[in-house]
């Protein structure tokens, strides 16, 4: 699978957390392709003009909740990241990019996140590719719920997330499900079993009756035993497996990194998700 980034996303968006060095460690480690820059009216295809407008006007240091920070570079980050995940949407890559997405709401940014990059690359592959029914797959160890939102109505995307539970956002609990929409709820201290049981049992078996023409895959790696922000015991080898296994569920596959706020094994997991994908 060939991977995709840019070499500003280890430059711009300064975090506190969600730093650039996520970027720059990796894109030391691999070999990468540069992305490309999303347009305004790709992000209106999943959030209002006022989010769009009031991260495109930030000139200084603004906390837009407890978590998430924009300054004057962000809305340049976001749109090379939302361009970045479209165009591996088009080209089956893997989008290595920050700022992460899946918690942004269409009208408010949350959780590090400023846009959501895979949904709007989903919307763009149906919009710009014919694509019917596009899925998404979610196994970072926060719930998305800005994807989960974003396509609640919506019966063309299917939104599939495996994360610990009760955790922030605080949504995604077993009750939350409508028939495009399956949240599979884990408990605190689950490894490469609790996760790839629910991909088999729960997760296969949905996305093989909804038959997408594409599956976008948010990866995150903070489900990892190492990761600070979480207690999940997930493995390097884990990660490889969720990769391996979900190229078997469309007949086009692309992903877009998520969380992982470890520096030290971020690299690894990410080289072991791409092993995984390039199975295919």
């Given amino acids: 699978m060939k991977t995709l980034s840019h070499g500003d996303l280890a430059l711009l968006h300064p975090s506190p957390f969600e730093t650039p060095g996520r970027l720059a460690t990796l894109l030391e480690r691999f070999e990468w392709s540069p992305g490309r ?3 305004r009216e790709d992000l209106l295809r999943c959030h209002t003009p006022a989010l769009v407008d009031r991260i495109a006007s930030i000139e200084r240091e603004t906390w837009l909740d407890s978590d998430t920070v924009a300054s004057a570079t962000s809305y340049e980050a976001g749109l090379i990241a939302a361009g ?3 165009q591996a949407a088009e080209e089956g890559a893997f989008a290595l990019v ?7 709401l269409p009208d408010r940014a949350m959780g590090f996140c400023l846009f ?3 949904a709007i690359a989903a919307r763009w592959s149906q919009a710009e590719l014919g694509l019917r029914r596009v899925a998404i797959l979610d196994w970072d160890v926060h719930h998305g719920n800005g994807t989960q939102t974003i396509f609640w109505d919506d019966p063309t995307v299917f939104f599939a997330s495996l994360h610990q539970w009760p955790f922030y956002p605080g949504t995604g609990g077993p009750y ?4 495009t929409t399956l949240n599979v709820p884990l408990a605190p201290g689950s490894g490469d079993d609790e996760f790839l049981d629910a991909l088999d049992e729960l997760v296969a078996p949905a996305l093989a009756r909804f038959a997408p023409e594409l599956l976008l895959v948010s990866a995150g790696f903070d489900a990892h035993v190492s990761d600070p922000l979480a207690s999940m015991e997930v493995s390097e080898n884990g990660f490889r497996e969720l990769a391996r296994r979900s190229t ?3 007949p086009r596959i692309a992903a877009v990194l998520e969380g992982g706020y470890n520096l030290e094994t971020l690299p690894l997991l990410v080289a072991a998700a791409h ?3 390039s199975e295919k």
Avoid: L
């Fill in 37 to 39: 820059s999303a347009r």
């Fill in 275 to 277: 092993e995984g994908f």
């Fill in 84 to 86: 970045t995940a479209i």
């Fill in 98 to 104: 920050r700022p992460p997405g899946h918690h942004a």
């Fill in 176 to 179: 939350e499900q409508n028939e």
């Fill in 116 to 118: 959501d990059n895979v």
């Fill in 248 to 250: 078997t569920y469309a």
